[in-house]
C-alpha cells in the first residue's frame, strides 16, 4: 500500500495558485482604472469549488443546488459608473487585492504548518 505524505498539501497548493491567478486579474483592473470602457473582471472561487466539489442529486425529494456554468471563472463586472464608462472603483479594487492577499498569507501558513508536522514526524520529533 501506498502512503503519499504530500497529499494534503495539493488542495492547498491549488488554492495558492487560485489567489495568485486573482491577485493578476485585480491588478489589472488597478491598472485599468483610467481606461475609457474598461471593465474590471475577477475570477471566482465558487465555481471553482464548484468543480472540484460537484454534488449529486441521489433523490427526487432532495433540493438542488444552484446551477453555475462549468469553467465559467471569470467575471465582469457590468456596472459602469463616471463619464468615460470606467467601471474600476479604486476603494473597492483595493479591498479586494487587500482581502485576497490575507487569503493567500492564510493558504501559505496552512502549507507551512503542514510541512512542520511532516518534518516533525520523519525526525520523530527531535529538533
Known sequence: ????????????????????????VLA????????PGFRPRDLRFDALLDNATALVRTDQGHLAGAET?????????????????NGVRLEQVMAQITANRLRYE?????????????????????P
Open 106 to 126: 492564510t493558504g501559505v501558513e496552512l502549507a507551512r504548518r503542514r510541512l512542520a508536522l511532516l518534518r516533525y514526524a520523519a525526525t520523530d520529533g527531535s
Open 28 to 35: 489589472a483592473n488597478l491598472a485599468n482604472a483610467e481606461t
Open 1 to 24: 500500500m501506498s502512503i503519499d505524505l504530500f497529499a494534503s498539501l495539493s488542495p492547498l497548493e491549488r488554492v495558492l495558485d487560485f489567489h495568485m491567478a486573482r491577485h493578476n
Open 69 to 85: 456554468p462549468p469553467g465559467t471563472t471569470l467575471t465582469e463586472d457590468e456596472a459602469m459608473v463616471g463619464p468615460d464608462q
